[in-house]
Nanobody, 119 residues
Framework: QVHLVESGGGLVQPGGSLRLSCVASGNTLPILGSYWYRQAPGKERELVAGMSGAGRTSYADSVKGRFAISRDSGKRTVYLQMNSLKAEDTAVYSC?????????????WGQGTQVTVSS
């Protein structure tokens, strides 16, 4: 059974940094893509960053130059390094992984971790 667990959220002052982690456990299926989403109160969920199986990355314009997605394939973990945090980055951050079941692909989600940027 596939299970994603995020960690690393918390309260940070504007200008500070946090690193989120997302570990995929309970399986050894190839990871086709890894993504971080966020949802702020009253707003729609938005894609923040993504990484393909080949390692290519993409970012929302609002976080380019401040956030970086990376992974450790051996640990089946994807990270989101967040620097120069702003109040508008406050949201619940969730990771998603697309796993290859050979005959089909399936998305799996973590439970989310709260990031609050406030002085």
């Amino acid at each position: 059974q596939v299970h994603l667990v995020e960690s690393g959220g918390g309260l940070v002052q504007p200008g500070g940094s946090l690193r989120l982690s997302c570990v995929a456990s309970g399986n050894t299926l190839p990871i086709l893509g890894s993504y971080w989403y966020r949802q702020a109160p009253g707003k729609e969920r938005e894609l923040v960053a993504g990484m393909s199986g080949a390692g290519r990355t993409s970012y929302a314009d609002s976080v380019k130059g401040r956030f970086a997605i990376s992974r450790d394939s051996g640990k089946r973990t994807v990270y989101l390094q967040m620097n120069s945090l702003k109040a508008e980055d406050t949201a619940v951050y969730s990771c998603k992984m697309t796993l290859d079941h050979e005959v089909y692909y399936e998305d799996y989600w973590g439970q989310g971790t709260q990031v609050t940027v406030s002085s």
